[in-house]
């Protein structure tokens, strides 16, 4: 492959100096018909000539580290019963198929997952009670997020933790707003906040969309210029998917296989389209119907596919929440959500640590923090 990308790159520097060398010596050729187009043709031919040369993905390497992720237990030793009429033994029956790791696509070059684990601050800037995000200055918040990195990175140093900032760009809103579709859109002005925060830490983003009586059809594209840049992600949470009309925080909302899709194919269409590595979408999910038809999700080449267990409260109701809506509903990978004070209500309770959610089937790759 990566032969190829270099010939194409030789031809294509052979065939932009063709252009530039009759440009200059004879100018009549070019002027009317390619430049009076904008220069696409020499566009095209630049834009080609910038894709990075990334290295093909090692299948080998993926396939090991979705398998350590799996943490699939080491299948007991079965002694064989003998058949008292033949005297012969006989057989075992055949082990349970792991539901762990699943066969699915293998993702483009340059995919994050599953080499790196995501450790995310969820939030938003408006409010210091949806997240830790916006709960303190942006040096505070900062400091304490790369502590969190560099204690998963401790604890599993074969999967070096990424930071990642996890921001509600859409927000649903229990007043039905001038359209009411019960959700409002923050502004680029806060989204360019995040982004440049980020990049502080050389970490990535993801922009979270609680649509409320709106759609991701309607949602999505509107934050199109972000989700070109290619540390830019998307999230998604099925609580405040409002189909049957009630209002946000009313009921819990769902999304289908089909909605995800929509959104993964969105995604991949903005990855081909601007020679980007995959994107992430993270899916927020801690009930059977937040999400239906979960065996119909498609991950793509171009697109990770994250389910996330959002549940709060202590940790035999969060584990048992995983075992049953993340671990037997299994799509690609797996993540798990921790809440500051939420999770710590109970006296004598504390917070789950990454040794605790590394003993997990299958091991969470992205972690959340609220």
């Given amino acids: 492959m990566k032969n190829k990308i270099t010939k194409t790159h030789f031809w294509l520097s052979v065939i932009l100096l063709l252009v530039v060398v009759l440009f200059f010596t004879v100018p009549e050729i070019l002027s009317s018909k390619i430049l009076n187009e904008d220069g696409n043709v020499i566009n095209e031919i630049k834009k080609i000539l ?7 993905l090692d299948t080998v390497a993926y396939d090991k ?43 483009n070059a340059g995919a994050i997952l599953p080499f790196n684990r995501i450790v995310a601050y969820y939030g938003n800037l408006y409010s210091k009670n949806m997240g830790v995000l916006g709960q303190y200055t942006e040096d505070k918040m900062l400091a304490k997020l790369d502590a969190e990195v560099k204690k998963w990175t401790e604890a599993d ?7 990642a900032l ?10 039905p707003g001038p359209d009411g579709k019960f ?16 990049k502080k830490i050389n970490g990535i983003v993801f922009l979270d969309v609680q649509v409320g009586l709106s759609t991701l059809e309607e949602e999505i594209p509107l934050l199109e210029k972000y989700l070109k840049m290619p540390e830019v992600n998307v999230g998604i949470d099925p609580e405040f998917s409002m189909k049957t009309g009630i209002r946000p925080g009313k009921v819990v909302g769902t999304y289908d296989a089909m909605d995800i899709n929509f959104v993964a194919n969105y995604l991949a269409e903005i990855v ?46 969060k584990l048992d929440t995983y075992q049953q809506f993340i671990y037997k509903e299994p799509v690609q990978f ?20 990454p040794k605790d959610l590394l003993k997990l089937i299958p091991r969470p790759i992205y972690i959340q923090y609220q």
């Fill in 166 to 175: 996890h921001y509600i760009t859409v927000v649903a809103q229990e007043s």
């Fill in 334 to 353: 797996t993540g798990f959500k921790l809440f500051y004070k939420n999770d710590t209500l109970t006296p004598g309770t504390v917070l789950m640590t």
């Fill in 272 to 317: 081909k389209e601007n020679n980007l590595t995959p994107k992430i979408l993270v899916i927020h999910r801690y009930t059977q119907k937040m999400v239906t038809n979960y065996g119909e999700i498609k991950p793509l080449p171009e697109v990770q596919i994250v389910m996330d267990m959002d549940g709060w409260g202590m940790a035999e109701k």
């Fill in 65 to 107: 580290k979705m398998d350590e992720l799996a943490n699939n237990p080491v299948p007991k030793v079965v002694q064989p019963k003998i058949d008292p009429k033949t005297n012969k033994p006989i057989p075992p029956p055949p082990p349970k198929p792991n539901l762990w790791p699943v066969k699915t696509v293998y993702p």
């Fill in 157 to 163: 140093p074969t999967t070096p933790a990424l930071p």
């Fill in 50 to 56: 910038s894709i990075p040369v990334l290295p093909p």
């Fill in 183 to 198: 959700r409002i859109r923050m502004p680029d002005s806060e989204i360019n906040k995040i982004i440049a925060m980020a």
